[in-house]
């Protein structure tokens, strides 16, 4: 006996749409897969060592990337080394301490604003600020601070979050014992929530590794390997840009960009083995 | 007897020669406009087990809390009355709510072990406290956890995480935590509710040998368990939904199960309501 | 014991060997003199001071962020006031016409705007539609295996810098773009496709938070009423995620909006007008990008000037997201 026309209607409406959703997925899947396979299948005959260790030579940038892998490296770090503190702790006060009113929520509100701002607008403040108004330059410094400001809502979301994760029981344990509060942040919820704060860095390191239009302004396009925080230096990302707009040398674009695909990678997958081991850890 | 305790009210001396450990006198309690808890007046006695009972939600976990000012981490609380301990307001403008806690320790319905090791758990207290040396923190893990009765569990396996223990040795791992801080008062929060019966049995046999040398006072909804443990019993209950917890009744444990004072009491124990 | 400094408090192992009080309770213990009781300690003045101190340091850390928005406010600021002072804000925001380097300069950044506008709204046209129904996906119909696998894509592609999206889009994109129109294939239409794709994460991963927060007693409730999963999800779930949708929708136009890498490197050198979907195209990014290396005097600070719109326009982005927030939020 057929079914009601309702019915069949129903399902075959069912049938598409989730047809229609699947076709989502694939296609975001399909987007990510083209994107890595085309630039896997041609940067990767340009990963040699001579390719990551030597320095690039010529007017057509033949031979190695190493001053950019150095300036990346360097930069990055030194931004993390900037930021974690400040955003760590500007977290703990605001999970920890803060009592909600205007002053907490101007607080928010401005990071989130600090969050949305344009990258390059953020690299033209770099410049106003570090470059010219504080004579830094262009440096792995400017580009250091630039970043800094960069990353800080990102930080400070992350680890605010890790830190409302930990269960409000575990501090009335810790309160219970006669702790006071810094007491309890530092020895109890803090170590408690460091897995995911530690997450939320390497996430956090991996953007600041392919930014471009914030170094770009205020480490400069130079090719050379920073040693000391006022050198400048070409950032990969910064190079992938030049080497390809210009058409220069589409050989080391593509070598670049999968280096530095590779490396993103490598902070997200460390990431989510600390995410996972903890888990085990927890019981 | 709940009369003389109860009415123990004006000109209540400071210093030690009172039987009341806590002495709790017109109490009033508020989560921002909501009246918890009103007129409570009671005293604990030291070196006893005091019991509160009465039906879920009533109040006695807040009333608990007030001893040691945990409530004071719950934002948008006030207390009006007093609070005294060894005829201290415990509540007075000054008083350092951390040293409090200190002397006055809780034991939570959920155990809740540090994510650290069995050794760190027990040592933390301490360690928080200004004790450095390791063959000093080693002796505190090692009476803590004997007088919790958990050493011979445990002694072998102190590096291993105090999450990794089953629920109820976790309980007794809380409690050996606790005393480490050499504590006068232990709050217990329903503390069996949560944990398997033979170590409820653990539980309680524990009580019985600490209360030598401290006060105890436990919250719970099981009357047999109440019968069983505690010297003094108080009887919580919330007329009508909404309204304010009150003490109804307060006496030594055998004859508020015997021969209760109130009505409302002897309708609880008998399983009426509740 | 009195109050005192907390780092010089005894070590409470040694309290039980200090003399116990005289007035012991009758129940003597057996082991051991029982402690006497201590009179409370108030808060030292040490204290008060050390956890204070440190709620100030936390607090001035957490101003930064306050501190950030207002510098860039300043430096950016103050270097782009001049060309609004000289040409007037409301010239330099409707103005059409974008010379600045001609005979005598013109500062209207109107088409640039428009263009930014374009770029935006068809990238979220491809991408949003995409992105919410990937979400949709991972939140109501995927096996888990297939999770296992479209999750992590999501995430990676989150974390790909918008300079390997900008090549993708510069050597792959756009000869086939060219292929299709005949030109270089510089234009909008390989710009909303990367931009598709640049956004897609974002939205994905928002929307599906606010699908999975969706109770699911409400899901049971009506498949128990017969009705097909689609139906649920159309009439049921999306209306009830749809604050926290449209919060991951404007978060993605905000992006799209301030992108400069990946756009520029597809849309070319160019006319700020364009005169096609296939044609290059100039916006308020690009614009910086493109001019900054050889801007000077005026044309340097009207580069500044559109800094300040981009920061003001991303920063009403913001403020809409909150409000839609807070007004949703009341209405359910």
Redesign the interface.
């Known amino acids: 006996m057929n079914a009601p026309r309702a019915v069949v209607d129903k399902r075959l409406t069912n049938a598409l749409a989730l047809g229609a959703i699947w076709i989502c997925a694939l296609t975001t899947v399909a987007f990510l897969g083209s994107l890595l396979l085309y630039i896997v299948v041609n940067g990767v005959r340009e990963l040699t060592p001579a390719f990551i260790f030597t320095w690039p030579h010529g007017v057509n940038m033949e031979g190695g990337i190493w001053p950019t892998i150095q300036s990346t490296m360097y930069v990055t770090v030194l931004a993390m080394a900037i930021v974690t503190p400040v955003a760590v702790l500007a977290a703990v006060y605001l999970a920890e301490y803060a009592v909600q009113g205007r002053l907490v929520r101007t607080i928010r509100f401005a990071a989130d604003s600090l969050a949305s701002v344009p990258s390059i607008v953020m690299g033209l403040f770099g410049m106003a600020l570090f470059v010219e108004g504080m004579g830094l330059q262009f440096s792995a410094l400017s580009g250091a601070l630039a970043l800094s400001f960069l990353m800080l809502p990102i930080i400070m979301r992350t680890t605010e979050e890790a830190i409302r994760a930990v269960p409000k029981y575990i501090r009335w344990g810790s309160y219970g014992l006669g702790a006071s509060k810094w007491q309890t942040v530092s020895r109890i919820v803090l170590p408690a929530a460091s897995p995911r704060i530690l997450t939320g860095l390497l996430l956090a390191m991996g953007r600041a590794a392919g930014e471009t239009a914030v170094v770009i302004y205020t480490m400069g396009t130079m090719i050379y390997a920073p040693v000391s925080p006022l050198d400048p230096g070409r950032t990969m990302p910064v190079h992938v840009m030049l080497m390809a707009m210009e058409g220069i040398n589409l050989k080391a674009a593509y070598g670049t960009a999968l280096l530095l695909v590779l490396m993103v990678l490598a902070f997200n997958l460390t990431a989510r083995y600390i995410v996972r081991r903890n888990r085990r850890m927890q019981g | 007897m709940s009369e003389t305790l109860a009415e123990h009210l004006s000109g209540v001396p400071v210093g030690h020669d009172q039987p009341d450990k806590f002495h709790v006198r017109d109490l009033e309690f508020y989560y921002g406009d909501f009246h918890a808890l009103t007129g409570i007046t009671v005293g604990i006695q030291r070196h006893a087990v005091t019991a509160f009972i009465g039906p879920s939600g009533c109040g006695k976990s807040t009333f608990l809390r007030t001893l040691n000012r945990m409530n004071d981490l719950i934002p948008g609380t006030r207390v009006e009355g007093n609070v005294l301990l060894d005829g201290q307001d415990v509540y007075a403008a000054g008083i350092d709510p951390v040293d409090l806690r200190r002397r006055v320790g809780m034991i939570f319905q959920q155990p809740n072990p540090f994510p650290m090791s069995i050794y760190e758990n027990v040592a933390y207290g301490p360690k928080l406290h200004g004790v450095k040396k390791k063959a000093d923190l080693d002796e505190v893990v090692e009476k803590s956890l004997t007088r919790a009765n958990l050493w011979k569990e445990v002694k072998d396996i102190l590096p291993r995480g105090g999450l990794t223990l089953s629920g109820g040795q976790q309980q007794r791992l809380c409690i050996a935590r606790v005393l480490a801080v050499e504590p006068e008062v232990l709050l217990m929060d329903e503390p069996c509710s949560a944990i398997d019966p033979t170590s409820v049995q653990k539980v309680e046999d524990l009580m019985a040998e600490l209360k030598d040398r401290i006060t105890i006072v436990i919250v719970t909804h099981n009357m047999q368990q109440a019968a069983r443990v505690s010297d003094f019993t108080a009887f919580f209950l919330q007329e009508k939904v909404g309204e304010a917890a009150e003490l109804i009744e307060f006496d030594r444990t055998a004859s508020l199960f015997t021969s209760p004072k109130d009505r409302r009491t002897e309708d609880y124990i008998t399983g009426r309501f509740g | 014991m009195s109050?005192g400094d907390?780092?010089e408090?005894?070590?409470?192992?040694t309290?039980?060997e200090a003399g116990a009080?005289a007035?012991t309770?009758s129940?003597a213990?057996?082991s051991g003199p029982?402690?006497?009781?201590?009179?409370?300690?108030?808060?030292?003045r040490a204290?008060y001071l050390?956890?204070a101190s440190?709620?100030n340091?936390?607090?001035v850390?957490?101003?930064?962020?306050?501190a950030?928005?207002l510098?860039?406010f300043l430096?950016?600021g103050i270097?782009g006031w001049e060309i609004f002072a000289k040409v007037g804000v409301w010239q330099f925001l409707s103005g059409l016409q974008w010379q600045p380097t001609a005979e005598t300069p013109q500062f209207g950044i109107l088409a640039l705007i428009v263009n930014s506008v374009i770029a935006t709204l068809g990238g979220l046209a491809l991408g949003a539609?995409?992105?919410?129904?990937?979400a949709?996906?991972?939140s109501e119909?995927?096996t888990p295996r297939?999770r296992a696998?479209?999750r992590p894509?999501?995430?990676?592609?989150a974390?790909?810098?918008?300079?390997?999206?900008?090549?993708?889009g510069?050597?792959?994109l756009r000869p086939i773009a060219a292929e299709f129109s005949g030109g270089l294939g510089f234009g909008y239409a390989t710009a909303w496709v990367v931009l598709a794709?640049m956004i897609?994460p974002t939205v994905?991963a928002i929307s599906e938070d606010a699908l999975r927060s969706i109770p699911e007693g409400i899901r049971e409730a009506s498949y128990a009423m017969g009705a097909?999963?689609?139906?649920t999800?159309?009439r049921v779930l999306l209306p009830a995620a749809k604050i926290g949708i449209i919060d991951a929708i404007i978060?993605g136009m905000?992006?799209a909006?301030?992108?400069?890498?990946a756009v520029?490197?597809v849309a070319g050198n160019a006319k700020v007008i364009p005169e096609g979907i296939f044609k290059p195209f100039l916006t308020l990014?690009t614009v910086?990008?493109i001019d900054?290396p050889y801007a000077s005097g005026d044309h340097r600070t009207a580069?500044?000037g559109v800094?300040?719109i981009?920061?003001l326009i991303?920063?009403a982005?913001?403020?809409t997201?909150?409000l839609i927030s807070r007004f949703g939020g009341e209405q359910s």
């Open positions: 109050a907390d780092m408090r005894r070590p409470r192992v309290l039980r009080d007035r309770p129940s213990a057996a029982v402690p006497e009781p201590a009179t409370l300690s108030t808060i030292s204290t050390k956890e440190l709620k340091l936390f607090l850390c957490a101003f930064v962020a306050v950030g928005v510098l860039i430096f950016v270097r539609p995409l992105a919410v129904g990937t949709v996906f991972l119909v995927a297939a696998i479209v894509a999501v995430e990676l592609l974390g790909i810098p918008s300079v390997v999206y900008g090549l993708f510069l050597l792959a794709i897609l994905a097909t999963k689609w139906q999800i159309w978060l905000g992006r909006i301030g992108e400069t890498m520029v490197m990014t910086i990008v900054m580069l500044f800094a300040i981009l920061f991303s920063m982005f913001v403020a997201i909150r």
